[in-house]
Structure formats: C-alpha cells, structure tokens
C-alpha cells in the first residue's frame, strides 16, 4: 500500500512534465511552420497595404473615369491574386503535419471576418446606413485583436508587437478623415505583417 502511494507522486510529476513537452513540442513546430508560412503574411501584407494606398490616390487626386477604373480593377485583381495564392499554397501544404495550434488560429482569423460581417449588419440594423469612419477603425481593432493573438500563442514577439501598433493606430485613425484613415491602415499592415513576413520568412532555414 505505502509502496503505491509513493509511485503516484512520481507519476504525477512524470504526467505534468510530459504534458508541459508536448505543449512545447506543439508549440516549436508551429512556431517551424509559421516560419514557412511567412509567404502568406508577405502576400497579404503587400496586397492590403497596395490596396488601400489605391483606395487612398482615388478619394484624394483628381482623376478621370479610366483611371478611376484602372485603379479600382486593380486593387480587386490583387484581392483575387491574394485568395489564388492562399489556395494554391494550402493546396499544396495540405498533406503536411496539421498541428492543433494552427488549426486553432485558423478559427481565429475566420472568426475575425465573421465579426467583422456582423457588425457591419448590426451598423446598419440600428443606423440604417454604414458609417465608413466609424467602421474603419473598428475593422481595424478586430484585425490588431486577431495579430496580436497569433504572435502570443506562437510566441513571436515581431508579430505582437506589430499587432499592437496595428491597434494603436486603429485608436489613432477614429480622429481622422476617411481619406487618412486608409492611409492609416494601409501602413498598419506594412507594419503588421509585411516586416514580420518578411523576417519569418527569411529565417525559415535557421
């Protein structure tokens, strides 16, 4: 009886102890595959931050219907260019080592959009009209929410703090103009994830 009781301790401790290098395990490949998948963060980052300087040269210089319309075809091509690639590389990604934490940030970052869908429906639910102002800046806050969530769980310090300056100047940008609030934004995900992206993935062999 004496001698069970002094093995349950041990087993406990060896239980805990191995639990504590799965979670580590779990988090060191994440963290490996991150590194790789850091195209996807240079992809987006150039495509949001392209986008909305687009966006920005529309509301701000005087240009005909033709430019207008250049400028505008290319900003959804790049949108499209953006989802082709993410398919193309999950595509081909998808008989790899499929890891908890990143099936789990996945959710986090569909989540995100769905919020942002339904706010947009409760906007024009209560004002019957949407304000692009104020919708903005909250997008913006969900985005920095969803950055800053991604770089704690896989403990990468230059996407957190990226995703915190996101959320700095989605504050910054409630006192500003549509025009400079695009601005804003635009140079948020230069900040967010084009640097981070291209730091990943530039260490990916190391």
């Excluded at 990143?102 to 919020?115: A, H, K, T």
């Amino acid at each position: 009886m004496e001698t069970m009781q002094s093995h349950q301790p041990e087993e406990e401790s060896f239980d805990e102890n191995q639990s504590i290098q799965v979670i580590k395990e779990m988090i060191r490949i994440s963290q490996k595959k991150l590194k790789n998948d850091g195209i996807l963060f240079i992809v987006w980052g150039w495509v949001m931050f392209l986008g909305y300087l687009l966006m920005y040269f529309n509301h701000q210089m005087v240009m005909t219907y033709s430019m207008r319309l250049v400028t505008r075809w290319t900003g959804n091509l790049l949108l499209l260019a953006g989802f082709i690639f993410t398919a193309y590389y999950i595509l081909k990604q998808r008989k790899r080592v499929q890891t908890y934490i990143g099936i789990s940030l996945r959710y986090v970052w569909i989540s995100m959009i769905f919020c942002m869908m339904l706010i947009n429906m409760i906007q024009y639910n209560v004002m019957h009209q949407i304000n692009f102002e104020l919708q903005l800046p909250i997008f913006m806050a969900l985005a920095a929410f969803a950055i800053v969530a991604t770089g704690g769980i896989l403990r990468y310090r230059l996407l957190t703090l990226g995703g915190i300056l996101f959320g700095l100047l989605a504050y910054l940008s409630s006192y500003l103009t549509l025009p400079y609030q695009i601005l804003t934004e635009a140079f948020a995900w230069l900040i967010a994830f084009i640097i981070p992206g291209h730091v990943m993935y530039s260490n990916r062999k190391k």
